[in-house]
């Protein structure tokens, strides 16, 4: 069955970098686009990143574009999420997903993704 399990959230301080990691297993992963959504306390489920089957073409939130980059190894089977000069209001639970396509749209739709990680916590102090 779809696996995704992330890692590497934690508590970091305003202005510095965390990277996350999203292990996949159980499909083809080079076959389907993947991205990053975040779900802030009080708020509703956001999308982050995108990134399309091949990893050539990515997309972002506007909060995040120039501050994040969303990569791929698909010989690894896994996505990543470079977050540099965070801020407090990145703190949220951070989901890996796996999209129904191999493309992101744009806008990126919360049902296109039929597969989720169990998130992992980014907390960012000011």
């Known amino acids: 069955q779809v696996q995704l399990v992330e890692s590497g959230g934690g508590l970091v301080q305003a202005g510095g970098s965390l990277t996350l990691s999203c292990a996949a297993s159980?499909?083809?992963?080079?076959?389907?686009?993947m991205s990053w959504f975040c779900h802030a306390l009080g708020n509703e489920l956001e999308f982050v990143a995108g990134?399309?089957?091949?990893?050539?073409?990515?997309q972002y939130a506007d909060s995040v574009d120039g501050r994040f980059t969303i990569a791929r190894d698909n010989a690894k089977s896994t996505v990543y999420l470079q977050m540099n000069s965070l801020k407090f209001e990145d703190t949220a639970v951070y989901y890996c997903?796996?999209?129904?396509?191999?493309?992101?749209?744009?806008?990126?739709?919360?049902?296109?993704?039929?597969?989720w990680g169990q998130g992992t916590q980014v907390t960012v102090s000011s």
């Open positions: 159980g499909f083809t992963f080079g076959n389907y686009a």
């Open positions: 997903a796996r999209s129904s396509w191999s493309f992101i749209r744009n806008p990126a739709r919360e049902s296109d993704f039929a597969s």
């Open positions: 990134i399309n089957l091949s990893g050539r073409s990515t």
